[in-house]
C-alpha cells in the first residue's frame, strides 16, 4: 500500500436515510406525515412583504476610518437581512464620500454605521452633512459601536435618529429598524 492510497475515504451507502424525506408514512386517513417526530417551527417575525409595507427596505451598513473591528457589524447585516431586510455591506476603511456615494447608487432607505474607534465624532456627523448637501436627508441613519453616551447627543444633533452602545441585542436593532425606517419614496 502506498502513501496516497492509504488515506482514502471509504464510501459506503446509508440506506434509508433519505427515503423518510422522499417517502411519507401515511396514516388509515391517507394524509401523509414524516416518519420520526414532528419538527418544531420555530416562531418567524413578520417580514417587509407581510407587513403591509410596499416594497423592501434597503439598508446600507459600513465601517467609517480606520476601524478594524468587523464582527458586530457583520452580525447586525445579518439579523437584518434575516429579518427580511435588503442589506448592502460596503466592507471596512470607508470614507464619508465613500458611504454616501454607494447609498445613493443603492438607493437605500437607512444607513447603519458601527464605530469601535472613536473617529465618530467625526466621520458620521460628516456622513449626515453630505447625505444633506446630496438632498439624501430623508435616509434614515443610524449607528453603533462603543459610542460614549456625552458623544450619543452629538451624533443626534447632526442627524443620526439611534445609537445602539455594546450589549444591545439584534432583536433590540430590528425592531427599531421596523418601527423607524420605510422604503423611500421616488
Known amino acids: 500500500m502506498t502513501g496516497r492510497s492509504r488515506h482514502r475515504p471509504s464510501i459506503r ?3 434509508g436515510v433519505a427515503a423518510v424525506a422522499i417517502f411519507p408514512i401515511h ?6 406525515h414524516p416518519a420520526g417526530p414532528t419538527p418544531r ?18 439598508i ?19 439579523a437584518l437581512r434575516d429579518a427580511g431586510f435588503e442589506v448592502i455591506y460596503t466592507g471596512l476603511h470607508q470614507t464619508p ?11 437605500v432607505d437607512a ?3 458601527s464605530s469601535m474607534s472613536g473617529a465618530h465624532n467625526t466621520l458620521v456627523p460628516r456622513i449626515c452633512r453630505l447625505l444633506a448637501e446630496k438632498k439624501a436627508g430623508d435616509i434614515v441613519v443610524f449607528a ?7 458623544d450619543q447627543a452629538r451624533l443626534t ?15 433590540a436593532v430590528v425592531s427599531w429598524v421596523r418601527e423607524h425606517v420605510t422604503p423611500r419614496t421616488a
Not at 417575525?45 to 403591509?52: L, T, V
Not at 446600507?60 to 445579518?78: E, M, N, Q, Y
Not at 464620500?97 to 438607493?107: G, H, P, Q, Y
Open 13 to 15: 451507502a446509508i440506506r
Open 27 to 32: 396514516d388509515e386517513a391517507g394524509d401523509a
Open 41 to 58: 417551527i420555530a416562531e418567524v417575525p413578520p417580514r417587509w412583504y407581510e407587513s403591509g409595507v410596499s416594497g423592501r427596505v434597503r
Open 60 to 78: 446600507l451598513v459600513a465601517k467609517p476610518g480606520l476601524d478594524g473591528h468587523d464582527r458586530g457589524v457583520k452580525i447586525i447585516a445579518r
Open 97 to 107: 464620500e465613500m458611504i454616501v456615494a454607494a447609498a445613493l447608487d443603492e438607493d
Open 111 to 113: 444607513i447603519g454605521l
Open 144 to 150: 453603533g459601536g462603543i459610542i460614549p453616551e456625552l
Open 157 to 171: 444633533e447632526a442627524g443620526v435618529k439611534a445609537v445602539f452602545g455594546p450589549g444591545t441585542s439584534t432583536e
